[in-house]
């Protein structure tokens, strides 16, 4: 197993940019195995080792994010979205990446669920904490 939370360096890169505006970017979370080599230096969306989407209510690619949002809290910029959720799922899954599909799939983060996550034939849903300077899932202080 290779994979590791981090917030990806062509993100860091990428804010840098003036064309980068993620509320207005189509963003997306793809699930991925216990056997996924993902980290800080996932440079975009790949296939490999993506959960499959044969019988399991799952779609390669992943979800589409809704309701993106930037907000600041005191000095700490915060990334928020809805909830992603994949009903009457059969899927195991041990990470996520979000990625930017408007950005040529550039990564934004990968998230270690810190061990293999099942539902069968029911809600598999990513819970994403407060936006918040604390808690927020991608903050920038």
Do not use: W
Request: hydrophobic share 45%.
């Amino acid at each position: 197993m290779a994979i590791s939370q981090a917030i990806t360096v062509v993100f860091k890169q990428d804010l840098m940019s003036p064309s980068s505006n993620l509320e207005a970017a189509t963003l997306k979370c793809a699930l991925y195995d216990n056997t996924a080599t993902l980290n800080q230096n996932t440079a975009a969306y790949t296939t490999a080792n993506e959960i499959s989407d044969s019988g399991t209510n799952y779609t390669t690619g992943g979800a589409t994010l809704t309701n993106v949002a930037i907000s600041v809290d005191g000095t700490t910029a915060i990334f928020d979205c809805d909830n992603v959720t994949f009903a009457n799922a059969t899927i195991s899954a041990q990470a996520a990446l979000i990625y930017n599909n408007s950005l040529a799939n550039a990564a934004i983060a990968v998230l270690d669920f810190g061990g293999v996550k099942t539902s069968t034939n029911g809600t598999f849903e990513l819970q994403f904490p407060n936006a918040d300077a604390t808690n927020g899932l991608i903050r920038i202080a």
